[in-house]
């Protein structure tokens, strides 16, 4: 295996009688989202999961954390891998999962077109690959069997209703965004640019810049346009919620108050749900780590046993603002 920093293995041994009973065992054990038979024991189906980088984002590691639990709940054979971010890690590590000789494979790419090569050797291998959370290239989905997560568009169509709305209808904005040339960066801000221009057209948006995901490099980001554009700054949009707490300490830092400027975000994390409560944060969207962790495992045990599923199965991911903040449960990333 190649060097990854976290790596989580659970082998959950059941040995069950053969023959017959071996088949009435499996028909009890399925579980009732299956959709259908059981064709061996779930304790024989081998997945295996990497995960983008649970080391640099809260909503990552929390669906890491609930791919291991969960799969050790199913009584499932499943290996869930950390690549760092590094899309070259991950390549290797589908290759081994392909040497292995599992059932499924559940990718959360690192790279939009990097890894078609690698998923492409599982698919010619008779693995199932699915995505998970993000899609990858174009070139590559004719060899996905199904991708599973949030719609990062509607989410971004959300944002920036929220914002525009917040504005009503006109100010300047400042973007942060997540990582050059993935898949979520490009819809999250090629559907936010849209519906701004379309249903928005005077809100300006002065700059836009990458953070890569990173709490950190957010609040720089933010400090550098607090520092050119001062307080013709009205409002923030940043890709995801770990990112606009970044924007939001920035904010603090500068002697701002609570509503001064209008933060929008995609994918709300525990804290930024502090922040609706408190008038920091204007608005974001629910989109639960457990529930796109868990979809992409059931999608994955269902392939693994023959029955049919959805190219595209989707979580639900509506506004969340201080007028309903309180009808939805904190995040617990």
Excluded at 44 to 53: A, P, S
Aim: aromatic share 6%; with cysteine.
């Amino acid at each position: 295996m190649n060097s990854i920093k976290t790596t989580s293995v659970i082998s959950i041994a059941g040995l069950l009688c053969a023959g017959l009973l071996a088949s009435a065992v499996q028909a009890a054990n399925a579980p009732d989202w299956l959709g259908g038979k059981l064709t061996k024991p779930l304790s024989e189906t081998r997945i295996g999961i990497t995960v983008l980088y649970p080391g640099s984002n809260a909503y990552q590691a929390k669906y890491a954390e609930t791919a291991v639990s969960y799969a050790k709940e199913l009584g499932i054979d499943a290996t869930v891998m950390d690549p760092q971010g590094d899309p070259a890690v991950q390549f290797n590590q589908i290759e081994d999962m392909v040497s292995q000789n599992l059932d499924v494979i559940v990718l959360w790419p690192t790279s939009q077109n990097a890894l078609i090569p690698a998923v492409r050797q599982a698919a010619r291998a008779g693995i199932p690959v699915i995505t998970s959370n993000s899609p990858i290239g174009e070139a590559g989905r004719r060899y996905i069997k199904a991708h599973t997560g949030p719609d990062d568009c509607a989410q971004a169509e959300q944002a920036a209703e929220m914002l525009g709305d917040s504005l009503n209808g006109k100010g300047n904005i400042v973007v942060v965004e997540g990582t050059p040339g993935y898949s979520v960066s490009i819809l999250r801000k090629n559907c936010f640019l849209d519906k701004i221009e379309d249903s928005y057209p005077n809100v300006n948006i002065l700059a836009s810049q990458s953070a890569d995901w990173n709490r950190e490099k957010a609040q720089t980001v933010m400090e550098t346009f607090l520092t050119k554009f001062g307080n013709d700054i009205d409002g923030v949009y940043a890709f995801d919620d770990g990112m606009g707490l970044g924007v939001i300490s920035a904010l603090q830092a500068k002697g701002k108050k609570p509503g001064d400027v209008k933060v929008v975000t995609c994918n709300l994390f525990g804290e930024g749900w502090d922040a609706i409560k408190t008038g920091w944060e204007t608005g974001s969207n629910k989109q639960s780590a457990e529930d796109d962790a868990i979809l992409a495992i059931q999608t994955a045990v269902k392939i693994a046993h023959g029955i049919d599923v959805p190219v595209l199965a989707q979580i639900e991911t509506p506004k969340i603002q201080a007028n309903n903040v309180n009808q939805f449960e904190r995040p617990s990333w």
